[in-house]
């Protein structure tokens, strides 16, 4: 059981490039979500898929495209990477429990720096 | 906007003391609070959680206090210990018909001195 695995874990672009991050998970959940990490800034919610087939945006989604590609994977998409994306990017999926409660579970993280 | 409010930013406390970090909200739709807990290079993890009904949830030395009417909440971790030294965010989830969204706090990084 591997939880929620993220590829690459590194990567560097230059501006302008394209790039796919990859998450998937072996948990079964419905729920998926995409996260920056900023300094400073929390995590903030890029998008999220409630169930396989549907996908909705977050707080900050401008740049980015998501495919809920079947239940297990979830990808984000940078069409034309800027700096302003240079940031850490978390997958996470969830599943309702009990009395309305959810718990998160995170990836490790894909570091991206773009120049 | 930030939708979840939290302080302090970084807190430093001696071994055996209690550390307080606290959050505040202003989305009174908001009907799940959970606190994560993050380690250098790793994913946050789910630490607890509380639901609005309640005011306090305790789990081993983590206690959860809620006030609904200020719409605030805080993390109490009693006899903290060097171990806990890792950075630490407050959430607010809310229902919508298309899943729930989380709004996360800004962190604190916590350090135990031994």
């Known amino acids: 059981n591997a939880g929620v695995t993220q590829t690459p874990k590194f990567q560097v672009l230059k501006t302008g490039q394209s790039m796919t991050l990859q998450c998937a998970q072996d948990?079964?959940?419905?729920?998926m979500y995409w996260y920056r990490q900023d300094p400073g800034m929390g995590l903030r919610l890029i998008y999220y898929?409630?169930?396989?087939?549907?996908?909705d945006k977050g707080e900050v989604p401008n740049g980015y495209n998501v495919s809920r590609l079947n239940k297990r994977e979830f990808s984000l998409r940078l069409e034309s990477a800027a700096p302003s994306q240079t940031s850490v990017y978390f997958c996470?999926?969830?599943?309702?429990?009990?009395?309305?409660?959810?718990?998160?579970?995170f990836g490790p993280g894909t570091r991206l720096t773009v120049t | 906007q930030q939708q979840v409010k939290q302080s302090p930013q970084s807190l430093i406390v001696q071994k055996g003391g209690i550390s307080i970090i606290n959050c505040a909200y202003e989305?009174?739709?908001?009907?799940?609070f959970p606190w994560y807990q993050q380690f250098p290079g790793k994913g946050p993890a789910l630490l607890i959680a509380?639901?609005?009904?309640?005011s306090e949830k305790k789990e081993g030395r983590f206690t959860i206090s809620f006030n609904k009417s200020a719409k605030q909440f805080s993390l109490h971790i009693m006899d903290s210990q060097p171990g806990d030294s890792a950075t630490y965010f407050c959430?607010?989830?809310?229902?919508?018909?298309?899943?729930?969204?989380?709004?996360f706090g800004t962190g604190t990084s916590l350090t135990v001195i031994p």
């Open positions: 996470a999926s969830s599943e309702a429990l009990a009395r309305r409660t959810y718990e998160q579970y």
């Open positions: 948990m079964n959940h419905n729920s």
């Open positions: 898929s409630a169930s396989e087939g549907t996908t």
């Open positions: 989305n009174t739709a908001f009907d799940y």
């Open positions: 509380i639901r609005p009904d309640v």
């Open positions: 959430a607010a989830s809310r229902s919508t018909g298309a899943g729930n969204q989380f709004y």
